[in-house]
């Protein structure tokens, strides 16, 4: 019995790891999160943050001065720009707020350079008129204008501009109004759109919280924002972009993170997480761009993979001998009258014990569901991770037999998974939704491979060739569909 | 010089994009809305139907808006409120519900949407926690066939086109625009009656309303009163 809760635990525990960030990620209206000297940052409602070394494990630590709501953050130069607001939101009583600003060189609370500056006004709301200033969400346009978005349900979502110098708000600048019906604004830009998303639904309601995030985009900075039908967010307009999971609920306060070319990621919360007594969490997904759109992508779950290159579609495989099945070829110009029945796969059993005990290397080849093609793609627990992700482990389906990079930024698998470096491997769903694949060592090579741009990552040096090289999203050679079996 | 002229081309665009909304403080209800002109009205140029005749709010406290399932607005909006819900006669305008002494106010919408929070704030000792009622005729010179009404509203609302059910719009709802569509159904030559309740708890409370043909076009062939 006990054996069996034991195996329970760890299942639950394995299933944390693939889909929500660990350690203690609690927070509610998470700003952008932010890297600060090799650290990442959010700062959320109250005045507290959370602090994550790799991206993977959060704990508390942040220090935000002001308390009160939804914050947001931008580096600008050397410095980091901190908004947040001092009331609103009904929370004291009406919607007469404040959005303020203030500097600090650093997110560092240990930092001897850490300090905030005074906060200044930069935009406010009286108690009764049609919005209500909170939920800053900042954005830097390519011209180096800075902007920030900010309201809630009751009204208009406002946009005003500031002196990117100051933080305040540039002279002569006057509140626009460019949605409704949203909270947690933030706005982005991409190829000449700017993309403005909201969240939609009920706030602040646990498991029963519909919070949904929207977006509309303008190829102006003030709008008007048009979701894909044509809608402006002003008449309510906005295009799911990510709602509810399965055992995640209440996604709000969008956040972009651009780690390089390729490789986006957004910031959230779920406003209840039932695998943490329902507790409101900080949540990390890919973020996809389709035909102008911005996409959640879905967190690798761990599962059984057949791992397919882009360059032409072939399958990562064991370098063993190919192994007929039976029945071989049922002649197709001979009558059969007999009821089509079933057949059996090729399994493990009938060809492992022709494969080499030690090290075998890899290859690519036309996919044939043979048990050398097939992949298990686990999360490692323990074993850290990077922004979003944990490192996994990419084994041989149904052995130990693990995917390992080796000197001269070689691939070959060893009989069984060890843990080392070499051995663990960061997937990541790049924005046009096929992955990209990085040891997180390569032995011979200095230091992690745990860059992003420069980062070696599994290539096709041919159609049947696997190795490592530089990870290039302009090149097919550098990505992989996975797909479960 | 093909960069100068790109960045031109977004600044034109953007100029001309730019209907600007700027903010405005105020919350008078003219900004909203103001009484009912003489004579009919006319849908706006993208349908949108702003003529309607709107009673004071009805006290209905609710702390939140997440218990608007559907059995309870069917059950709340089905109780009687007043003489002659949902029926082809509308109310006269400044003509009071017997019991209640509520009041109906004929109005014209000056936005695409009916700001009923702001028509509370205005005019009505509450405005958090209560229903609205509002109602207005479309008067047609030809039948008009296989039309649809869409709706949104915040929070739930009903719907009722000469005196059928068209709509149920439950939960915790933000207004969006063409938000649900009724089935398919015809206006009729002469009078057609559509009444709407909104049942909204805390936060701003407005609907929308238009008529899109098959084709997904406006409907404006029609006129607008309120009698």
Redesign the interface.
Known sequence: MKKILSIAVFLVLAGLNALAQVGEPYIHDPSTITECDGKYYTFGTGAGGLISADGWVWESGAVRHGGCAAPDVIKIGDRYLVGYTTSGGGLGGNHDSRVVTMWNRTLDPTSPDFAYTEPVEVARSEPDEDCDAIDIGFIMTPDGRLFCTYGTYFGNIRIIELDPATGGRLPGSRPADIAIDCEATKMIYRDGWYYLMGTHGTCCDGVNSTYNIVVGRSRCVTGPFLDNMGRDMLRGGGRMLIAAEERRFGAGHFGQIIECEGVEKMSLHFESDLDRSGRSVLAIRPLLWRDGWPEAGEPLQDGNYKILSRRRGYALELTVDFVRSDPGMMPFWIRQDEPAVALGAQKLEDVIGGWPSGEIPVRLSDYMARPHQKWTIEAVPGAGGYLGGPYFRIVTEGTGRALAAAPGARLETVPEFTGADRELWRIEQLVDGTYRILPKEIPGQAGNNDACAGAMCLISVADSTPGLGVFDFNSDNCKWDLKRH | MKRLTLILA?VL??AG???????????DLHKYMVPAAPGAASPDRDGFIGRWLLLDPISKPNR???VFTDSYIRETFGQTYFKGQLGDVLPKDGSKVKKTKLRWHAMDSKL??VKLF?FA?NLAPEHYGVIFWAATVINCEEEIPDVRLFA?S?SASMWWVNGEEALIMS??R??????CASERLTLRKGRNVIWCAVING???SDF?ARFLDRGGNPVRNFTITVQ
Do not use: E
């Open positions: 977004a665009l953007c994009l730019s209907a600007q909304s700027w903010s405005d403080s105020s919350t939140t808006n997440t695409f949407n702001r704030t949104g915040n939960g915790d933000r207004m969006v625009m063409d938000d805390p936060g701003m929308c």
